[in-house]
């Protein structure tokens, strides 16, 4: 995919956000779990949410899909899997974690494996919580990673998990915890990164009719009275998503649109508009949309992003594009991504002239001229739409494997090439 400069004027750019991925794995796993049928309208499909759809069909339940949306049949917490259940996510790390504990609701062990990449991210902190619940868990190559083989019975009780890695660990544990013998204490010694996730898990959750009790960051409880129940549930617009077209607006110097978000969603990367205006952007806030406008310069800024992973690239483009330096922290644990985004970001962007430095906790970017270059992601949807968005500003980059947006945004490319 060979991407040139934006050429449209500024106030004619309106995109509706499509829906959001973490909102539509954790609501097909809920409807799953639950009492009856659930209908979730407007559900994001795009590769990693299939895989979802696919493992959960796999441990027997009856999905439909429908264009415009899936009704799922709950299982009320009792998986009709069968023997020798091998489940392959491929490169969907946040199927893999949401859909380990469900294995302890199974009549039979359970085999979760993916990617060679998939096999390359930790899931050790996972596991100890299960064994902490009543879970076994056999690691069938590296102790601490994929493929693995999920037994035992969710028993409940207390779990302490690391979130340093991943916050997933930590949503996993919740989404099933309503079905355990006892009530699931969930401890976390040190504030989890990217904990806005834990914020959705928690909404989602409560919206299918489980009780949490939390204290911010550190202490969730789970009631194993209040089972999920089937509902129709509709999934927001995806601020991760949206990020692009923000990100075009500050780069191209022009006016961006975004309709179908939610004004007052927990998303963490609801944030990002605002760190562009920071940097000298206009943000504009109506009725369930947000418009990003750029008339004078960009200036750098320093930024902890810790609450907001998946926009991190993104603002990195931006800040390639500002007259003075930026510094972007709290982003350690993008290592574990779909590749290691910090070094990918910063090797692909002095590639194209840049000046990056890379710190253990934070990337630093200083005005540098840029030309244009060929970016192979490495498979990695965000590397892929991230620098599409640069060269919408800089021209003359191509895009290899742009498949890879499939990911989480299979309509990427074409609304970018009606730009």
């Excluded at 129940?229 to 077209?245: H, Q, V």
């Excluded at 978000?261 to 508009?273: C, K, T, Y």
């Excluded at 418009?291 to 390639?320: F, K, N, W, Y």
């Amino acid at each position: 995919m060979i991407v040139t400069p934006q050429r449209r004027k500024a106030g004619d750019l309106v995109i509706t956000a499509p829906p959001s991925k973490s909102f539509t794995h954790r609501a097909l796993i809920m409807g799953a779990l639950g009492t009856g049928p659930t209908t979730i309208l407007h559900p994001l499909y795009a590769e990693d949410t299939l895989l979802t759809i696919n493992a959960l069909r796999m441990l027997g339940i009856s999905i439909e899909v429908h264009p415009d949306r899936v009704i799922v049949s709950g299982c009320d917490g009792k998986f009709a899997d069968h023997e020798n259940t091998v489940i392959d996510l491929d490169n969907s790390g946040t199927s893999l974690r949401l859909i380990t504990p469900l294995a302890l609701l199974c009549r039979h062990p359970v085999t979760l494996t993916g990617s060679r990449r998939m096999q390359e991210r930790p899931i050790g902190p996972l596991a100890q919580a299960l064994h902490s619940l009543g879970g076994t868990v056999h690691f069938l190559k590296k102790e601490g990673y994929p493929p693995l083989t999920v037994s035992g019975h969710l028993q409940g009780g207390r779990a302490v998990i690391d979130g340093s890695i991943s916050s997933q660990f930590i949503s996993s544990i919740l989404i099933t915890a309503p079905y355990a013998e006892t009530e699931v204490e969930v401890i976390i010694p040190s504030r989890p990164v990217s904990g806005s996730y834990l914020d959705i898990t928690a909404e989602v959750m409560q919206a299918f009719g489980a009780e949490v009790r939390r204290e911010g960051y550190t202490r969730f409880s789970v009631s194993n009275t209040r089972h999920y129940a089937g509902r129709t549930y509709a999934i927001e617009g995806d601020y991760s998503s949206s990020s692009y077209f923000f990100a075009i607006a500050a780069i191209c110097g022009s006016r961006m649109t975004v309709k179908n978000l939610e004004p007052g969603s927990v998303q963490g990367d609801r944030r990002f508009p605002g760190v562009l205006e920071s940097m000298g952007c206009t943000v504009t806030y109506a009725e369930n949309e947000v418009t990003v406008e750029r008339t004078g310069e960009l200036h750098g800024i320093t930024v902890d992003m810790s609450t907001s992973p998946d926009t991190v690239q993104t603002l990195c483009m931006v800040a390639a594009m500002a007259k003075t330096p930026t510094t972007i922290s709290g982003i350690s644990h993008l290592k574990f991504k779909e590749s290691d985004r910090i070094t990918s970001t910063a090797e692909r962007l002095n590639a194209l002239g840049g000046d990056v430095q890379v710190g253990d906790d934070r990337i630093m970017i200083s005005p540098s001229p840029l030309h244009g270059g060929v970016i192979d992601p490495d498979n990695d949807h965000r590397t892929a739409m991230s620098f599409a968005v640069l060269g919408l500003g800089i021209g003359g980059i191509t895009i290899t494997n742009a498949e890879c947006v499939n990911k989480s945004f299979p309509a990427f490319w074409d609304i970018i090439g009606r730009m």
